[in-house]
């Protein structure tokens, strides 16, 4: 059973940067791809990043080119380092994993495990 926690939200201004983890319990993440989601209110959870175990990422287009998704196998945690920040990335943020080799799954129903969130806030 996979088991993980997420760290590192909080309140930031706008255009600045945060950067959350996502650390894993459990089995060995090497045969997992990892994602990020979030959800802000009133709205359904949606897509912003994956990463496979052999690094190949994919992005939603509204946080390409200002987040990035990387991982430390030895740590087994996974990070989204967020840049440039704007109020309309404020929600909570998921972390997610499935099982399998390959990145670019954007449907939540594809992940089995989930953290509990972590709140991010971007003021104006």
């Known amino acids: 059973q996979v088991q993980l926690v997420e760290f590192g939200g909080g309140l930031v201004q706008a255009g600045g940067s945060l950067r959350l983890s996502c650390t894993a319990s459990?089995?060995?993440?090497?045969?997992?791809?990892m994602a990020w989601f979030r959800q802000a209110p009133g709205k359904e959870r949606e897509f912003v990043a994956s990463?496979?175990?052999?690094?190949?990422?994919d992005y939603s287009d509204s946080v390409k080119g200002r987040f990035t998704i990387s991982t430390d196998n030895a740590k087994k945690t996974v990070y989204l380092q967020m840049n440039s920040l704007k109020p309309e990335d404020t929600a909570i943020y998921y972390c997610?994993?499935?099982?399998?080799?390959?990145?670019?799954?954007?449907?939540?129903?594809?992940?089995?495990?989930w953290g509990q969130g972590t709140q991010v806030t971007v003021s104006s």
């Open positions: 997610a994993a499935r099982a399998g080799y390959y990145s670019g799954f954007h449907d939540q129903k594809d992940y089995t495990h």
């Open positions: 990463i496979a175990w052999i690094s190949v990422t």
């Open positions: 459990g089995r060995t993440l090497s045969n997992y791809a």
